[in-house]
């Protein structure tokens, strides 16, 4: 017999047992910290058992959680794998789904993708974006464009794009009694700042740029922060402050004035973009075509303007 399961408060638990806490659990979920707590507490009294010690920092489980997280990962495991087959069968084989990040595909991908559509008009193309904080399970799409390190277990990879950083702004936010000619003049500027970065001490923030270039932030200093990076590029355009340029995401803007490169100082970030597949579809011939496509779009994309020179 099946019991009436709490599939709410199920998910709410795994993703705190996968987590390790129930911020980050919040986050992925997209509800609040105390919805997910009174989501697992529910579970707790409904099972008559307590699944997690929760601490300041960190929620430990106990070995009845230990083992209700394992049954719940073995289960949806499972299910992943039947949703991928069903999805599958059903999905024409002239249809690639990719999942990528908003900032990537609004800002690089979305301008491109007429010239795939001209050059394949057999394939159609559909567009997932999402924040990327889970791993890409082949579920939800048949291509991951991932951004950082490029960890992805059991899955085929490709290295897509590094990143450079840089300052940039909007052209008509300098004037001759407003110049941005040193990194002391940031101190009358407004920094733009992308709040999703959690990639710890990789994260390219403007205190990353600050040590890689070796120099020294003004020690008081406006920011704005944004949830998205295609945020953070367009309010740089909009001329609302002084964003840290990332290659791919501004390179457009940069070459056609929409932005310019006031300072000097850039260095290499530590993440790039990364197409990701479940492995038996890297040799699949649609799959191969919109890889060597994306691969030479990549390879041509135009030359990184020099700074602005001061006369």
Not at 61 to 73: D, H, P
Request: charged share 20%; proline share 5%.
């Amino acid at each position: 017999m099946i019991i009436n399961l709490p599939f709410s408060a199920l998910r709410a638990f795994e993703a705190v047992a996968r987590h390790g806490g129930f911020s980050s659990a919040a986050s992925e979920l997209g509800v609040s910290q105390s919805a997910i707590s009174q989501q697992v507490k529910s579970l707790e009294e409904w099972l008559g058992q307590e699944l997690i010690i929760r601490g300041a920092r960190q929620s430990v489980l106990t070995r009845e959680g230990k083992q209700l997280a394992q049954a719940i990962i073995e289960g949806l495991g499972h299910i992943s794998d039947v949703c991928v087959q069903l999805r599958d069968r059903k999905r024409a084989n002239k249809t690639i789904v990719i999942s990528c990040l908003p900032g990537f595909a609004f800002n690089w991908l979305f301008p491109r993708l007429l010239r795939f559509d001209l050059a394949y008009p057999e394939i159609s193309i559909s567009i997932v974006t999402d924040i990327g904080n889970r791993p890409f399970s082949g579920v939800e799409a048949d291509i991951g464009i991932r951004y950082g390190l490029g960890n992805h277990p059991g899955l085929h990879r490709e290295e897509l794009l590094e990143e450079s950083l840089f300052p940039v702004c909007a052209p008509n936010l300098l004037s001759r009694a407003n110049k941005l000619e040193s990194v002391s003049d940031l101190q009358n500027q407004t920094l733009l700042v992308d709040e999703t970065l959690v990639f710890g001490t990789s994260a390219p923030t403007w205190d990353y740029w600050a040590r890689a270039c070796n120099v020294s932030l003004p020690s008081s200093i406006r920011t704005r922060k944004f949830g998205q990076a295609n945020l953070v590029v367009q309010a740089a355009i909009e001329g609302m402050g002084v964003a840290l340029g990332r290659e791919p995401l501004v390179i457009d803007a940069l070459n056609d004035g929409r932005l310019v490169r006031p300072l000097e100082q850039a260095t290499q970030s530590p993440l790039s973009y990364w197409l990701v597949c479940r492995n038996e579809l890297a040799n699949k011939p649609n799959i191969k075509k919109f890889f060597n496509w994306i691969h030479t779009e990549a390879n041509s994309q135009q030359t990184l303007p020099g700074p602005l020179v001061y006369g």
